[in-house]
T-cell receptor, first 117, second 115 residues
Framework: DTGVSQNPRHKITKRGQNVTFRCDPI?????LYWYRQTLGQGPEFLTY????????KSRLLSDRFSAERPKGSFSTLEIQRTEQGDSAMYLC???????????????FGEGSRLTVL | GENVEQHPSTLSVQEGDSAVIKCTYS??????FPWYKQELGKGPQLIID?????GEKKDQRIAVTLNKTAKHFSLHITETQPEDSAVYFC??????????????FGTGTQLKVEL
C-alpha cells in the first residue's frame, strides 16, 4: 500500500504524559500536513512542511505541540503534558507542490486517535 | 482568515434520490474548492474538486458548482446509493490566508441514504 501511513492508530494516555505520532507520506510527495479533527467537526489545520522546512503553524498549535520532518520524508507530531482537551483525531496528509494552475490534491491518512484520561 | 460554512449538517434521502450540500466561503481570493468523503474510522478522501476558473464540474453521479460572485459552491449527488452514506466535507484554499494548499474545512454533512 503506497498511501499515507499513520502510527499509532489509537493512543490512550493519562493527563500530563507526552505522546508522539508518526506519519509516513506518499513517497514522491514533498508537502506534509497535520490536521486535528474533533467529533462532529471538520479537520482543522495545524501545520505543514515543504520537504524538511516547516512553513506554517496555526495558532491552534500551542507551545506543547511540536512537529518535525527531519529528512523531508516521515514526520512526527509530539504533544507534551497532554490535557483532556487534546483528545482528538490527528490526521496527516501529503501532496505534491501546487502549480501555478492551483492547489494539488491532499491525500489523508486514516488518523491517530488520541484519548487523554 | 477563511471561514467555510456548510449546510445541512444532516441529510437523509431515499435510495435513487438526489442529494445537495451547500457551502459558502468568506475569502474572495480562494481559488480551490475540494469535496471530501469521510467514512467511519477513516481519513477524508477527495471525491471531486473545482477551481475558480470554472463554474461546474461533473464526474459520473457527482457534480460540483461554483458561484464566485456569491462565494458559494455546492455538491450534487444523483441516483444515490447506500454506499454514498458518509460524512461529506467541503473545503477552500488558495486565498489570502490559504496559501500552500492549506485547506479550511466546513463542519460536515452526515448523509444517510435509506433503502
Amino acid at each position: 500500500d503506497t498511501g499515507v501511513s499513520q502510527n499509532p492508530r489509537h493512543k490512550i494516555t493519562k493527563r500530563g504524559q507526552n505522546v508522539t505520532f508518526r506519519c509516513d507520506p506518499i513517497s514522491e510527495h514533498n508537502r506534509l500536513y497535520w490536521y486535528r479533527q474533533t467529533l462532529g467537526q471538520g479537520p482543522e489545520f495545524l501545520t505543514y512542511f515543504q520537504n524538511e522546512a516547516q512553513l506554517e503553524k496555526s495558532r491552534l498549535l500551542s507551545d506543547r505541540f511540536s512537529a518535525e520532518r527531519p529528512k523531508g520524508s516521515f514526520s512526527t507530531l509530539e504533544i507534551q503534558r497532554t490535557e483532556q482537551g487534546d483528545s482528538a483525531m490527528y490526521l496527516c496528509a501529503s501532496s505534491v507542490r501546487g502549480t501555478a494552475a492551483g492547489t494539488g490534491e491532499l491525500f489523508f491518512g486514516e488518523g491517530s486517535r488520541l484519548t487523554v484520561l | 482568515g477563511e471561514n467555510v460554512e456548510q449546510h445541512p449538517s444532516t441529510l437523509s434521502v431515499q435510495e435513487g434520490d438526489s442529494a445537495v450540500i451547500k457551502c459558502t466561503y468568506s475569502d474572495s481570493a480562494s481559488n480551490y474548492f475540494p469535496w471530501y468523503k469521510q467514512e467511519l474510522g477513516k481519513g477524508p478522501q477527495l471525491i471531486i474538486d473545482i477551481r475558480s476558473n470554472v463554474g461546474e464540474k461533473k464526474d459520473q453521479r457527482i457534480a460540483v458548482t461554483l458561484n464566485k460572485t456569491a462565494k458559494h459552491f455546492s455538491l450534487h449527488i444523483t441516483e444515490t446509493q447506500p454506499e454514498d452514506s458518509a460524512v461529506y466535507f467541503c473545503a477552500a484554499s488558495g486565498g489570502l490566508t490559504g496559501g500552500g494548499n492549506k485547506l479550511t474545512f466546513g463542519t460536515g454533512t452526515q448523509l444517510k441514504v435509506e433503502l
